[in-house]
């Protein structure tokens, strides 16, 4: 089985693309996050063309949203309300043979202060939020995948230079701290670091500030899969597709693929 996570930045704008994974990749779950458009406008047809005939999504006209496409079909699609707020960050669907969660965590603006910024309190909630909630609805004994953009590249080798940015909002200690607490819940396991050591670089996003992304690479690993300890045997593989980043306007995130033995 191959999942993947990819922050599409506008399904809308870039079905194209997310067509051409489905075909190069033939992955058979996909998870989208900023999908940016209303539930009635989503391309469903798109898809189910493409052999994605199961389809959860929740989404809002010009930001958030999340969506999960899947050849296999699943049950209770659920869509959550986070901190008392509808902002289409997080679905949830149960597979037979695990449960799997799609999350959009806030970026939290440019401040890394609650005080003065309430985008970055609103992150912190969060993912105390989701913290509780695995704990309190799984035990680590069941088999249980999390993935999405966290808008947080907690390890020093997920940025491009730890030391500068400690300051700057997805690397922050209080953001790291706040991430690890989640981790800790439920004994997650970092798929991705389960095959990339941890003092090799790792990249998801490179700003579209940066006119030459390779050149600079000056990048942070925001997405993620997690996994449940069950899982963690059945790894097989992984894949960071960075030559999306190299498309006809892509977005600023790159899919993180996963392959599973069943």
Same mark, same amino acid.
């Given at each position: 089985?191959?999942?993947?996570?990819?922050?599409?930045? %506008?399904?809308?704008?870039?079905?194209?693309?997310?067509?051409?994974?489905?075909?190069?990749?033939? %992955?058979?779950?996909?998870?989208?996050?900023?999908?940016?458009?209303?539930?009635?406008?989503?391309?469903?047809?798109?898809?189910?063309?493409?052999?994605?005939?199961?389809?959860?999504?929740?989404?809002?006209?010009?930001?958030?949203?999340?969506?999960?496409? #899947?050849?296999?079909?699943?049950?209770?699609?659920?869509?959550?309300?986070?901190? *008392?707020?509808?902002?289409?960050?997080?679905?949830?669907?149960?597979?037979?043979?695990?449960?799997?969660?799609?999350?959009?965590?806030?970026?939290?603006?440019?401040?890394?202060?609650?005080?003065?910024?309430?985008?970055?309190?609103?992150?912190?909630?969060?993912?105390?939020?989701?913290?509780?909630?695995? %704990?309190?609805?799984?035990?680590?004994?069941?088999?249980?995948?999390?993935?999405?953009?966290?808008?947080?590249?907690?390890?020093?080798?997920?940025?491009? #230079?730890?030391?500068?940015? *400690?300051?700057?909002?997805?690397?922050?200690?209080?953001?790291?701290?706040?991430?690890?607490?989640?981790?800790?819940?439920?004994?997650? *396991?970092?798929?991705?670091?389960?095959?990339?050591?941890?003092?090799?670089?790792?990249? #998801?996003?490179?700003?579209?500030?940066?006119?030459?992304?390779?050149? %600079?690479?000056?990048?942070?690993?925001?997405?993620?899969?997690?996994?449940?300890?069950?899982?963690?045997?059945?790894?097989?593989?992984?894949?960071?597709?960075?030559?999306?980043?190299?498309?006809?306007?892509?977005?600023?995130?790159?899919?993180?693929?996963?392959?599973?033995?069943?």
């Amino acid at each position: 089985m191959k999942l993947v996570t990819w922050n599409i930045n %506008s399904v809308r704008l870039r079905a194209p693309i997310v067509v051409q994974l489905m075909r190069e990749e033939k %992955s058979d779950i996909i998870c989208l996050q900023e999908t940016k458009t209303p539930d009635e406008f989503f391309p469903h047809e798109t898809f189910e063309a493409e052999g994605y005939k199961h389809i959860h999504i929740n989404g809002m006209k010009s930001y958030n949203g999340v969506c999960i496409l #899947s050849k296999r079909p699943f049950n209770k699609p659920t869509v959550h309300s986070r901190v *008392q707020k509808e902002d289409c960050r997080h679905i949830s669907v149960s597979f037979d043979d695990f449960d799997l969660h799609n999350l959009y965590i806030p970026a939290g603006g440019d401040e890394p202060d609650r005080k003065v910024n309430e985008k970055f309190g609103h992150k912190l909630d969060f993912i105390t939020e989701m913290t509780e909630v695995f %704990s309190k609805n799984y035990t680590s004994k069941k088999p249980v995948i999390t993935v999405g953009d966290f808008n947080i590249a907690p390890r020093e080798h997920d940025v491009w #230079s730890s030391k500068q940015l *400690q300051k700057v909002v997805s690397h922050t200690p209080i953001e790291i701290e706040h991430l690890a607490k989640m981790y800790a819940s439920l004994d997650w *396991q970092d798929a991705i670091r389960h095959f990339v050591p941890d003092e090799e670089k790792c990249y #998801s996003w490179w700003s579209y500030r940066n006119r030459d992304w390779k050149k %600079s690479n000056r990048g942070r690993r925001l997405d993620h899969i997690w996994v449940t300890p069950p899982l963690v045997p059945k790894l097989k593989s992984y894949k960071i597709l960075n030559h999306y980043r190299d498309l006809v306007k892509p977005s600023d995130h790159v899919p993180v693929m996963i392959e599973v033995n069943k």
